[in-house]
């Protein structure tokens, strides 16, 4: 194992905790923000892929691999801090070359989704799916954490099919469980029956990373809203100056 893949899998130790509360993990869209989170003083760091592709031009899902990978391994070579990413559902490419690709990045772990096309896999494919990553990363060189999309696909019981698929996951290999938009309370069951951490997404609409890590969140990660906030924030001043602009007197 790496001394970073070491570290980034130490800091999970122990969260959350009434003292140290859940690891943040801030979402860096490029190496500029990756190095802004990295001077702030957060221990490690989680791409969203959602952010990454959006910064590259393309809409949410629709960034080639090729594009992704790229742009990871340009993050993991800006800062110190360990970094894991976001990579979806692995962009249709089979099991070794994805843990090949990642490795070659330098990333510490990755983000893999159960949703494809839309809509759930079945979490007995998934959880196969995800023992094919496990083996061929070996028992330490990635953590993997497995996102559960119960709750943004509209699962029946979304609680219940969240812990279904958690229990085959975590059997399958996963180090790490992120039940994407569960609610605090539930978060609290999920996080006592799981035997691995539990991370939870902080957005606008979502509880700040204080109250989720309260709930039993280990860790905390914010998706693409870093990077939509800060798009918001160059619109905005890009507006200002077209206003600006337009109300200058011809000279």
Known sequence: MSAPAARF????EGRP???GGPLV????WDAASARAFADAGFAALATPSHGVSVSLGYEDGACPADEMF??????VRAVEVPVTADIERGYGLPPREIVERLLETGAVGCNLEDTEDGALVGPAHQADWLAEVRAAAGPDALFLNARVDSYLRGATDPLADALERGRRYVEAGADGVYPIGAPPAHLKTL?????VPVNAISV???APPAELGAAGAARVTFGGSLAMKTFAGVAEMAAQMAAETAAEPPG
């Open 9 to 12: 899998r130490s800091l999970h």
């Open 17 to 19: 905790s009434a003292d």
């Open 25 to 28: 993990l801030p979402g860096p």
């Open 70 to 75: 790229a742009a990871v391994a340009r993050i």
């Open 191 to 195: 996080a006592a029956e799981l035997p």
């Open 204 to 206: 606008p609409q979502t």
